[in-house]
Structures are given as structure tokens and as C-alpha cells.
């Protein structure tokens, strides 16, 4: 496993899990540029289409967790 991938999934991981409704957006940056530079370094290779799969999922959660969160939601409280 590459650093990039290490650092993509780390990146991921650490926005979805983030609870601090102003810290949260900036994470979501921080993973999609780490997403970014890991589809760089793939760029040209056609044997990584697991995990070209799971930054496709990754990339439609952070999409989610930003439409659900656009008003105002953070963990702190329940959706209605």
C-alpha cells in the first residue's frame, strides 16, 4: 500500500468522523485533496479498480454528509 493510500483513507476517515460542525467542512477538503493526489499517482494504471471502487464511495459519502449537513446538522443533534 502506497503513502497516498494510507494518507486518502486517513484524510476519509477522520472527515467522517468528524462531529465539530465547523471543523467539518474543512476535513471534507482535506480528504478530497488527499483522494485528489491518490487518483495522480493512479492515473495510467489499470490495476487498482477496488480501490479506484472504494474512492468512488468515499467521495459519494462525503457528497451526503455535506447535502445533510448544509443547514446547519452536526452530530451534536439528531435529524428530525
Known amino acids: 500500500m502506497s503513502a497516498n493510500t494510507e494518507k486518502w483513507t486517513d484524510f476519509?476517515?477522520?472527515?467522517?468522523?468528524e462531529t465539530d460542525g465547523p471543523q467539518l467542512s474543512g476535513r471534507i477538503?482535506?480528504?478530497?485533496r488527499a483522494i485528489a493526489r491518490r487518483l495522480q499517482d493512479l492515473t495510467g494504471d489499470n490495476d487498482h479498480?477496488?480501490?479506484?471502487?472504494?474512492?468512488?464511495?468515499?467521495?459519494?459519502?462525503?457528497?451526503?454528509?455535506?447535502?445533510?449537513?448544509?443547514?446547519?446538522?452536526?452530530?451534536?443533534?439528531?435529524?428530525?
Not at 476519509?12 to 468522523?17: E, F, G, R
Not at 477538503?29 to 478530497?32: E, F, G, I, L, P
Open 29 to 32: 477538503v482535506d480528504a478530497r
Open 12 to 17: 476519509y476517515h477522520v472527515a467522517v468522523l
Open 49 to 80: 479498480h477496488d480501490e479506484i471502487d472504494r474512492i468512488t464511495r468515499a467521495l459519494r459519502t462525503l457528497e451526503l454528509i455535506e447535502e445533510v449537513t448544509k443547514d446547519g446538522y452536526s452530530a451534536n443533534y439528531p435529524l428530525p
